[in-house]
Structures are given as structure tokens and as C-alpha cells.
């Protein structure tokens, strides 16, 4: 169950950065993306109002929100370097006489950009973890999870209100 909770806890902190990106890059925002804009920005402060919550000492919590702002750096460019692998996929796809191997290894290098993202925000989970006792982190992972429920869309804000039912 504890890797469940990490994976959540994980997956909450890239939807905090990442969908940032959603509204600028889907809704004709522009190419900028950023925690700076729109609603990534207000979810930006709730993580760290969550942190501010959860952990008493300043000295501590600063720490912890500097961690915090790495996760969302890295997502960050993260998703810029997804959005120009993409770019890469609808360019080749258009090329009538593409080979196979072309898409591989853009998908390779994709996917590779995946994994170092996900492997470098999972150090910087374990690094926050280090920092907190077990009362602040459980306070920490709690507020984030009611912040991102009211962030939750369409569907998944059902399947969320489904899973509790069931125990999940």
C-alpha cells in the first residue's frame, strides 16, 4: 500500500506542475506553458501553503518548498521536451517516406526523457520524505490530496469518488 500512496503522491506533484501546461498549451495560450500562468500557478501556491500546513518549523518548510520547486522545474521541462518530441512525431508522420526506424528512436528518446524525469522527481520525493517526520509527511500528503481532488476532471473526479467507495 505504501507504494500506492508514493505513486500518488508522486503522480499529484506532476499534475501540479504539469497541468499548468494544459490550459496555456491546449486552450491557445501560446507556446509558454509555466507554473506562472493561469491555474498551475495557483496550484503552485497550494502545494506550497500545504507544506506550510504540514510542517511547523519555517527553516524546515523552506527546504521542503525548495525540493518541491525542483519536482516542478523538472516537470516543467519535462513537458516542453515531450511537447518538442511530439512536434518531431507530426512532422516525421507527415513525411510520406519515413521509415519505421525514425519513429523509433524518437519514441526511444522520448521515453528515455520519461524515465530520467520520473527517476529524478522520485530522488526528490525520497529527499523530502528524509526531511519530514512521519506526522509532518502523512499532514504534508494529506493536504496535497485535498488539493488535488478539487482539481480533479470529469472522469477522474468520478473514479476517485468510485475508488473511495470501494476502500481504494
Known amino acids: 500500500m505504501n507504494a500506492v500512496k508514493s505513486f500518488a503522491l508522486i503522480a499529484g506533484m506532476l499534475l501540479v506542475a504539469g497541468c499548468g501546461h494544459h490550459g496555456a ?3 491557445g495560450g501560446g507556446q509558454g506553458g509555466g507554473m506562472g500562468q493561469g491555474h498551475g500557478a495557483d496550484r503552485g501556491k497550494e502545494v506550497m501553503a500545504a507544506v ?19 519536482i516542478m522545474e523538472e ?3 519535462s513537458y516542453k521536451q515531450n511537447r ?3 512536434r518531431k512525431l507530426y512532422e516525421l508522420n507527415a513525411n510520406y517516406t519515413a521509415a519505421p526506424e525514425e519513429f523509433t528512436r524518437i519514441l526511444d528518446d522520448l521515453n528515455n526523457n520519461r524515465m530520467r524525469t520520473g527517476v529524478k522527481i522520485l530522488a526528490t520525493r525520497f529527499k523530502i520524505k528524509e526531511m519530514l517526520t512521519a506526522e509532518e ?8 490530496n485535498a488539493s488535488r481532488a478539487r482539481y480533479m476532471h470529469g472522469h477522474e473526479a468520478a473514479e476517485g469518488k468510485e475508488e473511495k467507495k470501494d476502500g481504494y
Open 25 to 27: 498549451y491546449h486552450h
Open 84 to 86: 518538442e518530441f511530439h
Open 52 to 70: 506550510e500546513k504540514a510542517v511547523p518549523d519555517p527553516d524546515k518548510a523552506k527546504r521542503v518548498q525548495d525540493a518541491l520547486k525542483e
Open 137 to 144: 509527511w502523512k499532514a504534508f500528503t494529506d493536504n496535497l
Open 75 to 77: 516537470a516543467s521541462q
